[in-house]
């Protein structure tokens, strides 16, 4: 089947027109609603933003969001102004009164609810590449922790299925960290993969990872054929690998609890536990993984017995088992390599110079940070080695954007958004904060994983006493993470004073306490107000991946591009992929 008969079959895939209308509605959307995932948490007082934006009480808006994430939908009390709204704002006074207009809405402008977004499965289905049952070497979740074995299972079989489709055997892994996804792909699909990292520390991790997983995956696999051979199936593993897992399991799930964060906390303005961040183990965790996949630990036969007390029939089968593994190990390095490489990529990069047995590749990335997802869109589009692309980005608080409110251009030569020529031309800007609330994981907080309000609170009364008693403060100024070590309100503000050099002495305990006290009955507008943050979330995600989306659509050598749901939200809520594929590269 030719490459235009398999793609004549996506009635999903979307034309440039059509995902152009569909950010124009999201731009509309936003047009109203942005200024509310703009608001800075820091000024929620000085600047009375509860008032500002709504004219509700809090806990009309609470109850409103509650009965609709039930599904229950009653009319709630609505403020009689003799005006229209839209999306839940009164025309004449930019204010909220109809929550429940405006969650409707909101929903109706993510990604799910515009139907632009492919499945895994449809994806998988689309390419028409027969998906036969491999005989794994690796289980993710052997060595790594339910939610990255989620993710570098459900992706690793796309960008095989896409290099099988391109014909090509080479994959280039963009901000491969410490390799997982890359080492995966090398031992379960035989692809020679290179892994990009501007992190040299990472590079290392990786090397040294690959190499004990290269190990532990001989001795898994041996084990499993002893047990195929004996006519049993693989379910009572060694000893030594169920100690593999037992600690490889203990340390990544420890290393992904609550994830340390791309940023301090204050910066974020939002609990680091609420947002969805990625990064890599603490050097401490590295070194249990390591230790954890010793030698000595994944070798599950029974201690050597000394040259000198063999036997010559003893000495010769070894002879022969040890030339049988080194022509064996030459073939896994040809069938199957992961080589982890340093460097600072950009569109701009020469790949043929920094990998000098490039092939024409798939370039994948896993949870790239800020403007390297965009980068990673623009070097497949430059490259004409590269075939596909499959990007999953991250941190949209990192990206740098073009324009600022006035229309001026950035100092940046290549801004991460907008990354399409048609929001370019709209001088499109979203802004820190709302970049910010995009990271928001709007499935987790459904199931009651809500935003740890106290340290938000403290922080926003903190900036009012700033205000009041020691001129006026920016909000960008940082006090770090003080929250975490302080005993009380009390506490947390004479830390904050004293990280910001201030004299303390001109508060008594009790002028601090009566602070706290006062803003404490408007706790739950503060609460609202970041609920409504969460609502939005997924709108604003859905315009930067709409703008990457475009790009590929504006480009003319494209066989096939779409937006691709490729993991499960609650388990990781960064969970879509950008796909893309060079026109004539279907090895069919």
Known sequence: MSSSEVFGMASVSYSLVEIQRRIDEVKQFLSITLSIANAHTVEFYTHDVWNRFMALPPQDVLSSVSSYNNQKGAPEHRVKERSTTLFGFCSDTNRLIDTHELLHAAKSHSLPGLGVCLSRDELLEILGENREDTDAQLEPDEFMNSKKSHEVQSMSEVVACLAQHCGVKQVIDVGSGKGYLSSFLSLQYGLQVYGIDSSNTNTHGAQERNRKLKKFSRAYQKHK????????????????????????????????DGGAGVAPQEELLIPISDVETHSDETPETEELFLRSLSVDVTQTTSPRVPPNQLSPEEKERRKRENLEKKAQNRTDITRAVFSPLTSYVTAETELRELINELQDAVMVGLHTCGDLAPSTLRMFVAKPE??????????????????????????HSSCGFPLSQY???????????????????????????????????FRAVFHVILRDHYGSFKSEKRIGKVYSKAKSFVDYVRRGLRKLELDESKLSDGDIQAYHDTYLPRMAEMRAFNMLKVALAPCIEGLILLDRLCYLKEQEDLSFSALVQLFDPLLSPRCYAVVGLKSHRSSS
Not at 231 to 240: C, K, V, W
Not at 386 to 411: R, T
Not at 427 to 455: D, H, K
């Open 423 to 457: 929001l370019r031309h709209r001088s499109w800007f979203c802004g820190r904060n709302a970049r910010m609330s995009a990271c928001l994981a709007l499935e987790r907080f459904s199931v009651g994983q809500g935003i740890q309000m106290e340290s938000l609170f």
């Open 225 to 256: 054929n002893v047990a195929r051979t004996q006519g049993g199936a693989p379910n009572s593993p060694p000893e030594g690998l169920l100690e593999i897992k037992t600690a490889l399991k203990g340390v990544c799930d420890a290393s992904y």
């Open 386 to 411: 590269l075939a596909a692309v499959c990007s999953v980005g991250c941190c949209y608080h990192l990206l740098s954007e073009e324009f600022d409110p006035a229309g001026h251009e950035s100092l």
